[in-house]
């Protein structure tokens, strides 16, 4: 959702549509717009491979066919420049990351076809204050990393002349991984999380063309949600509301 580098391959999407009112009510939780992303297929004719190198990191495309009923497509990025951060002479907190997104598509008839997509990634970054540098706004050590997955099982049958059913499941993780130490405090240990966030989502959409013109569109979904929140404060939070550096709600160790 931010930075200036995509989690997306560009050579993997297939089509791109931004609504900015007016979407469907199957985007019922959307308040303002919607960007609606859609993988491509794999090649069906021949394996194909394809490596490419820039400031966002080493990455690799694969595609092919899958048998002759279908395809697959696997992409995967890395980053580099915690490998040569210390012969260009490059300091501070060097961000890692790494990413991958796969689709297969398989035909189990002419009208009925099963989709697979996952998308993925990993990140890490250490910040390592300097304290006799009076330009750093603080003195925390941080270690922070966590890991964030996008996985959906889709079948698209088509019903007669006019209409189209899919049904899909899907589910979202994210993790968190992340320390911090404060400096001013001897190196102690102040935070630690170890937090897993998911959603499975089950959804039915349901497309007919009508007689005299237009689509009909129903549909239906369900979700679970459920979190895991480990966050740690060993030696309490800091007290906003007062000018001492005491923390409260210290715990002892």
């Not at 308040?31 to 490419?52: H, I, K, T």
């Not at 990351?97 to 970054?125: F, Q």
């Not at 959603?199 to 689509?215: E, F, H, I, N, V």
Request: glycine share 12%; charged share 25%; with cysteine.
């Amino acid at each position: 959702s931010g930075g200036p580098i995509t989690m997306l391959n560009a050579e993997a999407i297939g089509d791109v549509q931004f609504l900015a009112g007016g979407f469907p009510a199957c985007y019922e939780n959307r308040l303002s717009s919607v960007l609606e992303v859609g993988l491509r297929e794999g090649s069906r004719e021949r394996f194909e491979a394809e490596f490419d190198l820039s400031m966002a990191g080493a990455g690799l495309l694969a595609e092919g066919p899958l048998g002759k009923r279908g395809s697959w497509l696997l992409t995967g990025r890395r980053s580099y420049l915690d490998l040569i951060a210390g012969a260009y002479g490059i300091e501070g907190a060097v961000p890692q990351y790494a990413n991958y997104e796969a689709k297969v598509v398989y035909d189990l008839s002419p009208r009925h076809r099963l989709s697979l997509i996952s998308h993925g990634g990993w990140d890490e970054i250490h910040f390592d204050p300097d304290l006799e540098d009076e330009d750093q706004p603080s003195n925390v050590k941080v270690k922070s990393s966590g890991w964030r997955t996008v996985t959906g099982l889709s079948l698209r049958s088509v019903l007669g002349t006019s209409g189209v059913l899919t049904l899909s499941v899907g589910e979202v993780l994210n993790n968190y991984l992340s320390d911090a130490w404060d400096k001013d405090l001897e190196g102690q240990l102040i935070e630690r999380n170890r937090s897993l966030e998911g959603q499975t989502t089950a959804k039915g959409d349901l497309s007919l063309r009508l007689p005299y013109g237009g689509w009909l569109r129903a549909g239906a979904s369900a979700q679970r949600i459920d979190a895991t929140l480990d966050i740690q404060l060993p030696r309490g939070t800091e007290n906003f509301f007062s000018a001492e550096a005491t923390r409260i709600n210290q715990v002892a160790v």
